[in-house]
């Protein structure tokens, strides 16, 4: 390459990576081929923004492009020359530096789980299609009813539980329902209710969700159900779920994915304003939560169009120790 050549590359990817959107793509595409949608998931920004940075790191020659299907993944070029790989470098360290890489390479784990995840895939094709037309008694509660019915028969707990509304629905199957709520009131109306309707595998209990008094190891199933934003440390009270559950038992947090309606302090008492992905995953992660799955399962279509994060994950299975294996007969 003559020096002219050499001179006019080096000036046009210095100043492709002369943005931090772009040092953001280009730390991501280091790691893995992406699409735009796969993009937007990790970053949660908008498609024509994404495209068109896209667009200027193709232009510089540091991204290509393949289709597969009705997709369009992007991968990172590595220059053939010296020069080309040290620019690289030093956009990748750049990244590491702004405040929204880690959320972002929490999120490109989670992504490329789901990737592979084919069963989660076919879930989420099936459930986009299931309201797209009108069928008589076809409806998401009535699905929901069903797909209760053929849960084990587990023990569980309902953390920040309120009046029990979710604890009613799991006891119709479950072997027993520990309900767990800091208001003294909502407790006590909870467990006056249940026992008039004649619902006996329901506890209600006094307590904090971020140190439920639930003891360690007891229990199968934990939910979180528009509860955690409701704690002062939600860190801490996934650490305490995950306490409380039976080796390959289960977590299920349904709560609001983050958003700006400040309201929401004032009209329903709310600490937080909602979770960012990566946040949830790196709480079950720092817990010691295995299988992990967080992904977005409802918005709704009025303002402030608040969206729902569903986050799953298990906690490993006790391993038995040498001495507790079965001996060969």
């Not at 990172?76 to 590491?96: H, T, V, W």
């Not at 069928?135 to 028969?153: E, K």
């Not at 306490?243 to 309606?261: A, E």
């Amino acid at each position: 390459m003559c020096p002219g050549k050499f001179m006019i590359s080096t000036l046009k990817w210095l100043r492709a990576m002369d943005d931090t959107t772009r040092l953001r793509i280009i730390a991501l595409l280091g790691k893995a081929e992406l699409s735009v949608q796969d993009l937007q998931e990790i970053t949660r920004m908008g498609q024509s923004r994404i495209s068109t940075h896209l667009g200027l790191l193709q232009d510089a020659g540091l991204v290509n492009n393949r289709r597969e299907g009705k997709r369009t993944f992007y991968s990172l070029i590595q220059p053939a020359d010296e020069s080309g790989r040290e620019c690289l470098k030093l956009a990748a360290r750049a990244a590491s530096e702004l405040p929204e890489y880690e959320a972002d390479q929490l999120n490109l784990k989670r992504v490329l789980a789901m990737r592979q995840d084919q069963a989660q895939l076919l879930f989420n094709q099936v459930a986009g299609r299931f309201d797209r037309s009108y069928g008589p008694g076809r409806s998401w509660q009535a699905f929901g009813h069903l797909l209760l019915r053929i849960l084990p028969p587990l023990e569980v707990a309902d953390l920040g539980s309120g009046e029990g509304l979710m604890a009613e629905l799991l006891a119709r199957r479950c072997k027993k329902v520990i309900a767990v709520d800091n208001s003294e009131k909502m407790v006590q109306f909870g467990a006056r209710k249940v026992r008039q309707m004649g619902i006996r595998n329901i506890e209600f209990r006094l307590g904090d969700l971020q140190d439920p008094p639930i003891a360690s190891q007891s229990v199968d199933l934990v939910i979180l159900s528009q509860a955690l934003h409701h704690a002062e440390e939600p860190a801490r009270a996934i650490a305490s779920a995950y306490r409380i559950l039976r080796h390959g038992g289960q977590i299920m947090i349904l709560d609001l994915l983050k958003h700006n309606f400040d309201k929401v302090r004032q009209l329903y008492g709310d600490l937080w304003l909602g979770f960012a992905e990566a946040d949830l995953q790196r709480w079950l992660e720092n817990a010691g939560f295995i299988n992990i799955e967080i992904q977005i399962v409802a918005r709704e279509q009025q303002p402030p169009f608040f969206a729902t994060l569903l986050a799953a994950a298990e906690k490993p299975a006790k391993t038995r120790s040498r001495a507790e294996a079965p001996k060969s007969p």
